[in-house]
């Protein structure tokens, strides 16, 4: 009833900024790119980090419920990598030919993610570009990834600028010592809670923290209270609606706690959501009307200046 109340006060506020996560809300989770990263942060886990086989999914999954990020929850419980180098094992060439340049092998598809699984989307570049509101993506994703899908989907130049994981998380931090690295057994720690002992907390700011969303829309210079959130996490919807935003959760047609509204897809967004496009068309006509008045008040003082020039000259 909390979400409620504020929903309808918000509702008569103006919207001038749509923010727009990436992963499975600006493309569908059907297209399979998110089980394949997830599969290759559980490799780079086991091959990079040295997390036994049998538990990588388990802890995958563990960590990204607690942190928001698998990546954010690695760092929290002590493992020690360069943020470059995860992301770019994440989705670049699958095999280490330091001879052949990364164009070429990703040509011959020889790489870890699929991108071609992500199919471009018309109707979806229509919609946002017929709404002449500022647009931004917001994603826990690295510059390189979000690029490619925007560029896959064709709605690259749709957006104002790409809030990503450098955004938030500009350098990483130098390596610890390989003899004082001590791995928080995080696993161990939920199934038996230790009293007086808390969870580590992460290096890495990303969505669902309140601090993450509050530096991603410093960063954009974006006020919070005139911004809609599209987004298919109900959990980052729910930090959204506590920093005042308003809400739509992608992916489904259920409202959850924080959900203003609910999509199963951005194609429907016109549908449930007209009063974006009146809004924007009053928006249009104010601008319009502010114009000719500017005009109107530049014609009248070229007249002003035009008929003192006369009267000097006849003098
Ligand atoms: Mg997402």
């Not at 994981?165 to 809670?193: G, Q, R």
């Not at 580590?200 to 829309?217: G, Q, R, T």
């Not at 210079?221 to 739509?248: C, H, W």
């Not at 449930?272 to 068309?281: D, F, H, I, M, N």
């Amino acid at each position: 009833m909390e979400y409620e109340g504020k929903y309808r006060k918000d509702q008569r506020l103006k919207c001038d900024c749509l923010v727009f996560d990436l992963d499975d809300t600006l493309y569908p989770v059907t297209s399979g790119i998110g089980a394949d990263v997830m599969k290759n942060i559980q490799d780079y886990m086991v091959q990079k980090l040295g997390v036994e086989e049998s538990i990588s999914l388990e802890l995958c999954i563990l960590l990204y419920k607690q942190y928001g990020t698998t990546m954010a929850g690695l760092r929290a419980i002590g493992y020690q990598f360069d943020y470059d180098d995860y992301h770019r094992y994440l989705i670049l060439p699958k095999f280490d030919f330091c001879c052949l340049p990364a164009l070429f092998m990703e040509a011959l598809f020889i790489r870890r993610l699929a991108y071609e699984k992500i199919k471009p989307d018309p109707v979806l570049r229509n919609i946002l570009l017929s709404l002449p509101i500022r647009k931004v993506v917001f994603t826990n994703g690295d510059k390189i990834h979000a690029s490619r899908a925007l560029k896959r989907l064709g709605i690259e130049d749709c957006f104002e600028r790409v809030v990503c994981f450098e955004t938030l998380n500009p350098t990483s931090p130098p390596p610890v010592p390989t003899d004082e690295l001590k791995i928080f057994d995080i696993m161990k720690h939920l199934a038996h809670p230790e009293p007086g002992v808390d969870l580590p907390k992460s290096s890495i700011l990303c969505k669902p923290s309140i601090d993450a969303m509050l530096h991603a829309l410093k960063a954009a210079s974006i006020n919070p209270q005139t911004t809609i959130l599209f987004d298919d996490s109900f959990r980052n919807i729910q930090a959204a609606k506590e920093i005042g935003m308003r809400t739509v959760l992608v992916g489904t047609s259920e409202r959850t706690r924080g959900a203003d509204y609910a999509l199963e897809s951005l194609h429907n967004m016109k549908e449930a959501l007209p009063e974006l496009w009146v809004e924007a068309e009053k928006d249009e006509d104010v601008r319009k009307s502010s114009k000719v008045g500017i005009e109107t008040s530049d014609s009248i003082a070229l007249l002003f200046f035009y008929v003192l020039s006369s009267s000097r000259a006849t003098n």
